[in-house]
Every structure is written in C-alpha cells, then in structure tokens.
C-alpha cells in the first residue's frame, strides 16, 4: 500500500513514478480486492498493448485467490441493478478523474 500511495498520490513526482513497481504491487493484492487478471486486462492503444502494460496471468498472482465471478447469476431478465451499479461507478470515475486532473493542474 505504501508503495502504491507513494507513486500515485497527488503531489509525487511523476518522473520518479516506475510504473512496472506500481503495477506489480496492484497485482499482489488482486485476491483480497475480489478482482482478477482477466477482469482486469491491460493498457491497450488499440493496436498493440503499450510496453510493461500486458495483462497478468493469473500465475503471477500472489496472496489469496480472486473469487470465481463466473458462479455469480447473470444481471439479463433482472430489474437492471447490475447496469445501474456499473453506470454509476463509471459516473465515480469520471468525477474523480476529473477533480484529479483539477488537482494536479493548480
């Protein structure tokens, strides 16, 4: 955690960022964060992954499994909670990339 927080907090230097550091912390703790390699992916630009950015594999996890979401029933035919739930943490995202980007500009 420290180091995440050190890479990624508003007001560290960027030039000291090292991203393979912060991506590899991330990765260590996918287990106890309920997500996996394949949920999460990579950086792609659209026609090739950018270096450093591929998706793990699940062999590089460490620390307890990622949950099986594959065993979770399916949001078709319900009230459409589960697209709410995504709709709304995109809208959290944006928000708070947008108050980042605030930030990091003044």
Not at 20 to 44: Q, T, W
Request: charged content about 10%; glycine content about 16%; some cysteine.
């Amino acid at each position: 955690a420290t180091l995440i927080y050190n890479n990624m907090r508003i007001g560290s230097d960027a030039n000291k960022v090292v991203f393979a550091d912060v991506k590899a912390a991330l990765e260590r703790n996918y287990g106890c964060m309920g997500i996996s390699c394949p949920l999460v992916g990579g950086f792609h630009n659209g026609q090739d992954y950018e270096r450093g950015a591929t998706p793990c594999t699940e062999g590089t996890l460490q620390g307890p499994a990622a949950p099986d979401f594959s065993q979770l029933p399916s949001s078709s035919g319900g009230s459409g909670g589960g697209n709410a739930g995504v709709a709304v943490g995109w809208i959290l995202a944006v928000c708070l990339a947008g108050v980042v980007g605030f930030m990091a500009y003044r």
